[in-house]
């Protein structure tokens, strides 16, 4: 199914969606990956929904991709006697290590690595930065902290460390757990949460040894300061906004957002903005114009895909939710100042001869006003270079993989078929002229230009670009 737009849409399936009904319907009104949350489905929920995705991409004929999104740390207060804890600015309470529930003196935190990272001065955010506590005294397996806002403290709350950097890694015992059933089923992304440095992405990437791409979400402060570090350890990054603007003053959240979608487009790295893009279509059918325009914004600045959350998981209108970021989509990419938008994001080409053909490949295409830019691709490398330049064509990935042809579904402007690789260069031209006319990509009369890499199959290697002519008949000529 071509899209009529270059920006892709991930929806988050849950309760309200993951049928084999309903995401048949979401991907009919624009989802083109679909997320699965870790930290609410179980594994048996996991396969049933990744089988369910499958069958609509067998019954569909098109390449879907699926993210697993694994929990990460969650960092929770422990209980109270009486439940909760009404405070006020001034009170002081000491967090240690006692599991016995706790009073206006003390409350467990069931967190020994906190305990050892907070240093005097350090800030702790309770219930999504409702409450917001500052470290005064500290001690081996304790820390006293004053109430600096917030009036309620209450059982099992999440506490989030804007200041501390914790010696664990991002990975928990469920989340290995996670990973080890993730990594059996037919899925092409992970999302690690709560990235600290790139050493995290490093732990996760020699457990999963390339059976999928690994998604760095950025949600703290700590790995905003080392960002270049973790985009280089990714394949793709998230702009995870929800815990981000409760870790880091929200007036900075947008800038943040814009210097890691440029950052990700120089690198060649997807990027994902994440988080109450439609949220208030979890109850109503509509959104609010504020969320239009937040939505819009992420398209004219040329990320590669915008995430649903709530609205398709557990909302009362996932297909409206899906159907309007689409439209908001597609209206946004046909604005006469889109395309200036975009164009002058656009990084230097690296010097390399893969990008070289990358780049002269969308110059051409924009200057002989051709049909589309068809990318033979094993790897995928040759796609994202493509996706790169955000060029005005379309981009056609053919490839013999289904896994990178699933992939490339998160990447800005591809669209990805699974084919036969070319047994030489005739058949190559013929094939990428066939694919692209019965895909609806181009047309009898029209011209397309085609990269690749020669020797074929050869990952990596895009050195080659040939401009053919699609007959009648849609076979296809050198032109």
């Not at 706790?102 to 467990?108: A, I, Q």
Request: glycine share 8%.
């Amino acid at each position: 199914m071509k899209r009529s737009r270059r920006v892709k849409i991930l929806a988050t399936l849950g309760p309200a969606s993951n049928t084999l009904e309903m995401i048949r319907k979401l991907h009919e009104a624009g989802a083109d990956v679909f997320r699965i949350n870790m930290s609410h489905a179980s594994h048996d929920l996991m396969r049933e929904t990744v089988k369910n995705i499958r069958k609509v991409e067998e019954d569909v004929g098109a390449s879907i991709g699926i993210l697993a999104d694994i929990q990460g740390p969650k960092h929770r207060l422990g209980t109270f006697e009486k439940g909760e804890l009404d405070v006020k600015p001034g009170d002081q309470i000491t967090l240690d290590s006692d599991p016995t529930p706790g009073n206006s003196e003390r409350v467990h935190l069931p967190h020994p690595d906190i305990l050892d990272a907070m240093q005097i001065g350090h800030r702790l955010l309770v219930n999504d930065g409702k409450v917001n506590l500052k470290v005064v005294e500290t001690g081996s397996g304790w820390a006293k902290v004053e109430v600096v806002s917030g009036t309620w403290l209450a059982d099992k709350k999440g506490v989030n460390l804007p200041d501390s950097e914790l010696r664990s890694g991002a990975l928990t015992e469920k989340d290995h757990k996670d990973l080890a059933a993730v990594l059996k089923e037919d899925i092409d992304w992970v999302a690690l949460s709560f990235i600290q440095r790139p050493e995290d992405m490093a732990e996760a990437r020699k457990i999963c040894q390339g059976k999928v791409g690994l998604m760095a979400k950025i949600e703290k402060p700590q790995a905003v300061e080392r960002l270049d570090d973790i985009i280089e350890m990714s394949d793709a990054i998230m702009v995870a906004r929800g815990d981000l603007g409760v870790e880091m003053p929200l007036e900075m959240v947008p800038s943040i957002q814009k210097k890691m979608i440029r950052k990700c487009r120089k690198a060649g790295r997807p990027v994902v903005v994440a988080t109450q893009m439609l949220e208030s279509m979890i109850t109503s059918p509509v959104p609010t114009r504020a969320e239009v325009s937040d939505v819009a914004n992420a398209v004219y600045e040329g990320a590669d895909a915008i995430m649903l959350s709530a609205e398709s998981a557990a909302g009362d209108y996932p297909f409206e939710a899906v159907s309007t970021m689409n439209s908001i989509a597609e209206s946004i990419e046909n604005d006469k100042g889109y395309a200036a938008t975009i164009e002058a994001q656009r990084p230097e080409p690296e010097p390399t001869g893969a990008d070289a053909i990358s780049f002269g490949a969308a110059e051409i295409a924009s200057t002989l006003d051709l049909a589309a830019i068809v990318c033979f691709t094993a790897s995928g490398s040759t796609g994202l270079r493509a996706a790169r330049t955000r060029p005005s064509k379309p981009i056609l990935t053919l490839s013999p993989v289904p896994e990178t042809a699933r992939r490339l579904c998160l990447t800005w402007g591809t669209f990805s078929v699974t084919t036969p690789d070319p047994t030489d260069l005739d058949d190559m031209v013929d094939k990428a002229c066939r694919v692209a006319f019965r895909e609806g990509v181009a047309r009898p009369g029209d011209r397309i230009i085609i990269s690749a890499g020669v020797p074929l199959r050869t990952p990596g290697s895009t050195n080659m670009l040939r401009i053919a002519y699609i007959g009648s008949d849609g076979q296809g000529s050198v032109h």
